[in-house]
């Protein structure tokens, strides 16, 4: 079992930009109900062993984040709403997980976001009306879920 | 928009048009859906049992790379100018 803790590098350096750990065999994450972090724009977790549901905590890992991958992990449960607090989000990437449950209609909230990477997961149900709110987006890929109803002006 | 992928799913209705300009389109995949309807201009329609195909508006698309059309269960004459079209996109 391989837990890493974010409050450990959020409060010795707190100004950290990156937080690049991918590919290293990570299960699961410390919760941190606070973080310090004061830029933080990058965390990439991507091909790890994440197998619970993504923390409703995270939504509080920094305003400043401008990239969260969490993909190529075994990601379970429901989009959280909460997700939507990271309102300067710009590329969410949440690939190849086991991701179930419907989108979250507060997706429309995070208008800066450019590249949405859901694919290859098991969501299902339609795709919010919000995604309308979404026009700075460059890349959406839902490819490969349950998805069904119409398609949104996106 | 550069890539839309909605292939694999079961989404139904038309693709709608987009917020935003196709001219730096590279990825299309709608394929594997229920998609249907007619496809017009400026609007990413490629379906399903598709029953017409009128691609007019991907002769305008020239950066459009990687065109997927896979199950669609399209049947019909593609006109000429579509097999020149597609020289320049890797074709699926």
């Given at each position: 079992m391989k837990q890493i803790g974010l409050n450990y590098w959020s409060n010795s350096?707190?100004?950290?930009?990156?937080?690049?750990?991918?590919?290293?065999?990570?299960d699961n994450i410390k919760p941190a109900r606070k973080t310090n972090f004061t830029n933080l724009q990058v965390v990439d977790l991507s091909?790890?062993?994440?197998?619970?549901?993504?923390?409703?905590?995270f939504s509080n890992?920094?305003?400043?984040?401008?990239q969260l991958d969490l993909s190529g992990n075994l990601l379970q449960g429901e989009i959280p709403q909460i997700i939507s607090n990271l309102q300067n989000l710009k590329t969410l990437d949440l690939q190849g997980n086991q991701l179930s449950g419907g989108l979250p209609d507060?997706?429309?909230?995070?208008?800066?976001?450019?590249v949405l990477n859901l694919s290859n997961n098991t969501i299902v149900h339609s795709i919010p009306s919000s995604f309308s709110n979404l026009s700075s987006l460059r890349t959406l890929n839902h490819g490969h879920n349950q998805l069904n109803g119409t398609i949104p002006i996106v | 928009m550069q890539v839309l992928n909605h292939g694999a799913n079961s989404l139904t209705g038309g693709m709608p048009a987009t917020?935003?300009?196709?001219?730096?389109?590279?990825t299309l995949d709608p394929s594997s859906n229920f998609l249907e309807g007619p496809i017009q201009e400026k609007s990413l329609e490629i379906f399903f049992e598709l029953k017409e195909l009128h691609l007019s508006w991907l002769k305008t698309q020239s950066f459009v790379k990687v065109l997927t059309m896979s199950n669609s269960g399209i049947s019909d004459l593609a006109p000429c100018w579509f097999w020149n079209w597609t020289l320049q996109i890797e074709f699926s």
């Amino acid at each position: 079992m391989k837990q890493i803790g974010l409050n450990y590098w959020s409060n010795s350096i707190p100004s950290l930009l990156e937080l690049p750990l991918e590919n290293c065999q990570i299960d699961n994450i410390k919760p941190a109900r606070k973080t310090n972090f004061t830029n933080l724009q990058v965390v990439d977790l991507s091909n790890n062993n994440l197998n619970h549901q993504i923390p409703s905590w995270f939504s509080n890992l920094s305003t400043t984040l401008v990239q969260l991958d969490l993909s190529g992990n075994l990601l379970q449960g429901e989009i959280p709403q909460i997700i939507s607090n990271l309102q300067n989000l710009k590329t969410l990437d949440l690939q190849g997980n086991q991701l179930s449950g419907g989108l979250p209609d507060s997706f429309g909230q995070l208008t800066h976001l450019e590249v949405l990477n859901l694919s290859n997961n098991t969501i299902v149900h339609s795709i919010p009306s919000s995604f309308s709110n979404l026009s700075s987006l460059r890349t959406l890929n839902h490819g490969h879920n349950q998805l069904n109803g119409t398609i949104p002006i996106v | 928009m550069q890539v839309l992928n909605h292939g694999a799913n079961s989404l139904t209705g038309g693709m709608p048009a987009t917020h935003g300009s196709l001219s730096n389109l590279v990825t299309l995949d709608p394929s594997s859906n229920f998609l249907e309807g007619p496809i017009q201009e400026k609007s990413l329609e490629i379906f399903f049992e598709l029953k017409e195909l009128h691609l007019s508006w991907l002769k305008t698309q020239s950066f459009v790379k990687v065109l997927t059309m896979s199950n669609s269960g399209i049947s019909d004459l593609a006109p000429c100018w579509f097999w020149n079209w597609t020289l320049q996109i890797e074709f699926s």
